[in-house]
């Protein structure tokens, strides 16, 4: 009898130290140098701390922006038979094969800002379109009459590109407004290249530059750094993504840096992890928990008269 007890205590100690629902999972970065990245990341570890998640094991894999990249480490992850892939900020164009892998598989793909695509479950994000809607023209507006501007732009990435392009529709209501150059971001090395780049423009127009466009808030930052050691103290800069640093320049009594939108980068790492709960590991079916295959929250304006609102308390 005393040895079916030591063994009961035996079996339920052990019991006791297996995770309720341990789960692997793999989260492929398009860029983890970018700090929307990093903030998406954060909120997800946030929410597993809060939520008491510490058997779940998470792998993050950097795509170093590379489309190709992006496609090999999905291709990786399904090959391990992960639990869950999540992707963050990428071009999937090139990663179609992989993605089809990974469905074969049964592994269920959440997407962060990266566009819809066949094989997902669902893409949580801002509206681009919306948010470039929102501060293309609060930019035009301020710069005053026959404007001469710089216009940086990315296409890599389905959230800039399209971002770039409401500017471009935007720019056709603005026949006075002068673009003096315009530039495709190397999203490989995005702060030095637009460095670079804005050194060059400053070097050849000077004054003339009214205005910098930029598609997320590091390269309005690499673009105001530039203005700056050339000597153009007026030209007006915006961003797009509402880091504390940007909201913070926004805030700097005459700053050049006037606008940038707030992006809830930390609530789509959270939700993502509410959804992988919900689907992975209590199984309910997808239709059910997902509103959309595209989730978009909200990501207001944020300029010098409402800056204050969006410091962190």
């Not at 629902?21 to 929410?47: C, P, T």
């Not at 480490?73 to 164009?93: C, E, F, H, T, Y």
């Not at 059910?288 to 204050?308: E, F, G, H, M, Q």
Request: proline content about 4%.
């Amino acid at each position: 009898m005393k040895n079916c007890v030591l063994s009961a205590v035996a079996v339920a100690s052990v019991m006791a130290a297996v995770p309720a629902f341990a789960l692997d999972i793999a989260w492929v970065h398009s860029n983890a140098a970018a700090q929307s990245e990093q903030r998406v990341k954060a909120g997800f570890q946030a929410w597993l701390k809060e939520t008491g998640k510490s058997d779940w094991k998470v792998a993050y894999l950097d795509s170093g922006g590379s489309g190709e990249k992006t496609a090999a480490n999905i291709q990786d992850a399904a090959s391990r038979g992960v639990g869950a892939i999540i992707i963050s900020m990428a071009d999937l164009r090139a990663s179609s094969a992989a993605i089809k892998e990974a469905v074969a598989q049964k592994i269920p793909i959440f997407t962060v800002d990266s566009g819809s695509v066949d094989g997902t479950l669902v893409d949580v994000t801002t509206n681009n379109w919306a948010m470039s809607a929102t501060v293309s023209p609060f930019f035009l507006n301020e710069l005053g009459k026959n404007p001469k501007i710089i216009f940086l732009r990315m296409a890599e990435h389905h959230g800039t590109r399209k971002r770039g392009e409401t500017m471009a529709t935007v720019l056709k209501e603005y026949p006075d407004v002068k673009v003096l150059a315009e530039h495709n971001i190397d999203y490989t090395a995005f702060f030095e290249d637009t460095t670079r780049s804005m050194q060059d423009y400053v070097t050849r127009f000077g004054d003339q530059i009214d205005g910098v466009w930029a598609p997320w808030d590091e390269p309005a930052q690499a673009a105001l750094n530039a203005l700056k050691a050339g000597g153009n103290t007026h030209a007006k800069v915006i961003g797009i993504d509402g880091h504390p640093q940007a909201i913070a320049e926004v805030c700097k009594p005459g700053s050049q840096m006037i606008a940038t939108i707030s992006q809830p980068f930390e609530k789509m790492g959270a939700q993502t992890g509410e959804w992988i709960e919900d689907i992975v590991v209590e199984k309910k079916p997808a239709a059910d928990v997902i509103p959309s295959k595209v989730v978009y929250l909200d990501a207001p304006l944020v300029t010098k008269a409402n800056c204050k609102d969006f410091l962190p308390k």
